[in-house]
């Protein structure tokens, strides 16, 4: 977590705090507020969201990256402390919340690709995401504990992708854990070297782009709800839509295609 916000007003206000770029159906959002550790302000939040809410329907895979050396060091706690009111904390926390959401919601699989530290509501980012590969550089913690406020908001996508008391030690102490124990844990997928970070997530997002857009954006929402239900439920839930997804054109295509012996020509792309 960090205090400054005084960084980021200062940083070239003709340097938009979000850089949205898409090409071959990849959208990479970039953080781009560097010296102020790319914290989740009022405003770098509206500017995710409003990029998640807009995203091209043609576009396969969303990648989360940024600038300088944070990935994200959680909310402005200067910006949280020149507004001493609950009423703006519950709205604050309750539009994180949303962009949180929005990130499983959306069809398309979320990648997040930390170079550096990620922190507090930071780390809860990575959570969030469907896939995170980190640099070995990059470090981890939800460090609320510290200045004496439970990261509450973060404990919830990290008490989901790793044990109860792994993520409890972690929200308890507030230490770092490194890249390579993130892995461990299972907080991130892979860890790589600083300089292959970017090629690596590429060769993700690419693997998915060449699946089938339906196979993928149903999978993704199959994932998420089943999670949820108890076992017998879980396993209705996934029949009616495994039965939903064959009726679909492309697994059709994709079935004759492997009878066939040659490479499926999705229909929906």
Not at 15 to 24: A, C, I, R, W
Not at 29 to 40: D, G, H, I, M, W
Not at 252 to 268: C, M, N, V, Y
């Amino acid at each position: 977590m960090t205090g400054s916000s005084s960084s980021d007003q200062s940083e070239s206000a003709s340097e938009p705090l979000l850089l949205n770029t898409s090409e071959n159906g990849i959208t990479r959002l970039t953080l781009n507020r560097p010296a102020s550790y790319n914290v989740l302000s009022e405003e770098m939040l509206a500017a995710l969201q409003q990029a998640i809410d807009t995203i091209d329907n043609e576009q396969r895979v969303v990648i989360i990256q940024a600038k300088g050396k944070a990935f994200c060091a959680g909310h402005d706690l200067k910006q949280m402390r020149d507004h001493p009111d609950q009423n703006y904390y519950n709205k604050l926390f309750r539009t994180c919340s949303h962009f949180m959401n929005s990130l499983l919601k959306i069809k398309q699989p979320v990648i997040a690709q930390v170079q550096g530290i990620a922190t507090a509501a930071g780390c809860q980012l990575v959570a969030n995401c469907d896939l995170a590969i980190a640099s070995e550089q990059a470090r981890f913690a939800v460090s609320g504990i510290d200045v004496g406020l439970f990261c509450s908001t973060p404990s919830v996508p990290l008490s989901r992708n790793i044990s109860r008391k792994r993520a409890f030690e972690m929200l308890m102490t507030g230490e770092f854990i490194d890249a390579e124990k993130a892995m461990d844990w299972g907080l991130v997928n892979e860890v790589v070297k600083a300089d292959e970070l970017n090629d690596t997530v590429q060769v993700l997002a690419n693997k998915i782009v060449k699946k089938s857009a339906v196979a993928v954006s149903t999978g993704k929402a199959l994932f998420y709800d089943q999670l949820e239900m108890p076992l017998k439920d879980a396993y209705i839930l996934a029949g009616e839509t495994m039965a939903c997804n064959m009726m679909a054109e492309d697994a059709s295509e994709g079935i004759d295609a492997f009878k066939e012996k040659r490479a499926p020509d999705w229909k929906h792309r």
